[in-house]
């Protein structure tokens, strides 16, 4: 491996999501902030909600009429 080319190594990087929680992993950034992490997204919490932010759900309702 050659010397001085590769970036530093945080084994106690912090990550911050937008729900409030944290964890610890190692990471090349000493911390990183993140908007959805496996305690808040649908898939790991069962909860059937949609995260939308421009309003593409509806959109695709209005052009094939759906529910």
Known sequence: MKTEIHPD???D?????SCGNTFTIGATKPQIKVEI???CHPFFTGEQRI???EGR????K???NLQ
């Open 62 to 64: 209005r052009r094939f």
């Open 51 to 53: 995260v939308d932010t």
């Open 37 to 39: 992490c496996s305690s």
């Open 57 to 60: 759900v509806e959109r695709l």
């Open 9 to 11: 190594y945080y084994p």
């Open 13 to 17: 990087a912090v990550v911050n999501c």
